[in-house]
């Protein structure tokens, strides 16, 4: 078994030695299967979280209403969370209450899809009642259980099933797709923060296309920000997309397929929650793709976009061509620019104020966009003393004076 795991025996041990059980479940036995790496482990044990913290000292609260305490051990921290059933769903959501129980199997039974609900022992067992590594070994994504019930409990695994699909590279099984067509608009109940966290995760997993596809297909996209009644557009966009793109590259693609303008861009993306930065983000580089389609790249629209966004901007322009990415040209055109940014410009306001013996006013800023423009292009060295040289002899100023 992997070193995450190796690392948290010792967690299981002292638990055991308390009198309890305790064992690794969800995600990491489920990528532990299936090969993949394993970043951090979850733990589940029939103590209590009081009875924990008397075999922990160090512990945090993060989610003991839950059952979940977070135990601080040699240097590293695990999520260990209490055997517990969930009752009543009454809203499509959380559940009313949470009950702590001593089983194992009940514990798994809560569980969403069978590929999760899994748990391992110390030694490296694989305790499977539902089995999921039969799903795994089908690459099939089920619930536990009817698939009807489950996402009337909580309509959030109809997205994560979608997400694993992405995630995973698996297919949905044939009655938890049927379920999930059905049971569609009990999304309707779920924070957007919530569906936001699938949606990316989603965009980012390798089988993204076609789990877009589904999405569309589905009827759940009536049920996400934005995306009603848009099923062509979003067909449209999960053919574009790639599985090297980053996040900020699908979110310009899907504005872009939408065909939304400036402030539409800002509402819609706002309607996701995503944050001011990452918005602001999405919006530079669909300004540029909307140039690059037009134009070819030139030294002062590389300048302006800056490397990174530049080369987000050309990605998402070829994959609308269906054509492969080529940066090198704006590499190239970034490699030899006089100056990246503003910043190092060896000229300020006050020199040309100086120079000029004028009062600041708009005319500066036109000055100082002139002579970066310029130094950009070569026309002067970027160096105070011949940038005052040209301004004198150029006819900027008899221009604007
Ligand atoms: P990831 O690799 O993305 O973390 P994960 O399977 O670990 O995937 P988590 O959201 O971390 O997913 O949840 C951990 C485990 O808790 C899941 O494997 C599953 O057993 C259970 N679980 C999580 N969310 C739900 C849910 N909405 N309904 C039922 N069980 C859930
Ligand atoms: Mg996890």
Redesign the pocket.
Known sequence: IGQPFIQAVPVLQLIEDAGFEAYF????V??HILGREISDV?IATSALPEELKRIFPKTNDVGIEHGTILVHYKGEHYEITTFRSEENYTDFRRPDKVSFIRSLNDDLQ???FTM??MAMDKEGNIIDPFAGKEAINKKEIVTVGNPDERFGE?A??ML?AVRFQS?LSFSIGKQTLVSLAANCHLLENIAVERKTVEFE?LLMGPGLSEAVQLLANSGMIQYLPGLKGHRDEVIRFSTHLRGNFQLAESWVLLVFELGLKDKEIEEFLREWKLPVQKIKRIKHIHALLLHRLKNEWNPELVYNAGLEVAISAEIVFASLQDIDTSTEKIRELHEVLPIKHRKELNVTGNDVMDWLDKQPGPWLREYLEEIERSVIYGIVPNEKEKIKEWLNASNLRSEKN
């Not at 479940?25 to 990491?28: N, R």
């Open positions: 479940v969800g995600g990491s489920r990528d979850d809560r569980r969403d999760n609900a909580d959030l695994r994560r995630q995760k």
